[in-house]
């Protein structure tokens, strides 16, 4: 059941708890003889909706606490106790009204009671999700997700399922989208039921189109770095430590791993070449910026 018509049907919900406890308070609260037929009927009608709305609401519930294997919040633990709390109290109540006729006079009580409780169980839920469709936030549930590509969405996943295991900053490096697609399909498989599959769609759609290779922001001097390594790294990153090419040989074969789109295997040796050729131009900036500053000290 989606999101939206949880908090219809909740709202339903409500509403007929509501309109059944009124219509009890002005028969007994109004004492008129003998109440008429229609406050009986209204009040059957109003509380037996109620009871209908409550169980397909609960068994909803109960699919997704099932499959729901973090931690909880305390918003939730509040939701989760108060519903199955009102569902005892609701066995108890029909139990009196058709078995126990010497309790009959508890009923009104016992009426408001699972009023009360529905409100709390209702208000636990529904109020979030209105705040979240408020501030127009994406709203996460353990119901499936829409099919439609969702970027807000997307990267509400991201943040909210992957940080658990990963800081975001190493992971997010640009990757073709071949790549995102295997990286999201094996962290899938991996963290069910954590990451499902509709929510993997979402995470690697917000990732092909916000995280995938670039153009070069500024050249090397080597166009072979240029073309296979700056779509996804700056120059300085490349370069900010010297190795040897035994060392490059296997970041190379790392980053064809990763990303065999753009470091083809044929591509490797004129790939190491340049990054050896590289390193000292690199390095000699760095060295004068250093014997800079040493001086500067001296000073």
Known sequence: MSPLLSAILTSVLLLCGAVAVVV??????????????RQLVLHRLFGWSFVAAFLVLITTMFVRFYAYWEEDSPRI????T????????????????RLYPGFRTHLFALGALVFLLAFLT???????????????????SHASLSSAPDLELGKQLLIER???????????????????????????KLAWPRIRPDEARQILHYLVTTRVPRGPSAGTGYEVLDE????????????????????????????SEIAPELVHVADHGPIVDALLAAQPKAAAPRAAEAAQVREEGRR
Not at 24 to 35: I, K, T
Not at 77 to 80: E, L, R
Not at 168 to 173: G, K, S
Request: glycine share 2%.
């Open 162 to 188: 992957c940080r658990t295991c990963h800081v975001l900053d190493t992971i997010l490096r640009p990757r073709p989208a071949k790549a995102w697609e295997n990286v999201v399909d094996a962290m899938a």
């Open 24 to 37: 009890m308070m002005n028969r007994l609260g109004r004492p008129q003889g003998e109440p008429s037929p």
């Open 228 to 255: 296979h390594c700056l779509p996804c790294h700056e120059p300085a990153e490349i370069l900010a430590s010297p190795r040897t090419r035994e060392e490059w040989v296997e970041v190379v074969a790392r980053m």
């Open 77 to 80: 633990v509040i939701h989760y």
């Open 122 to 140: 209702a208000a636990s839920a529904l109020s979030h999700y209105l705040v979240r469709m408020t501030q127009r936030a994406p709203y996460i």
């Open 82 to 97: 108060a519903a199955f709390a009102l569902l005892a109290l609701l066995l108890l109540k029909i139990a009196i009204a």
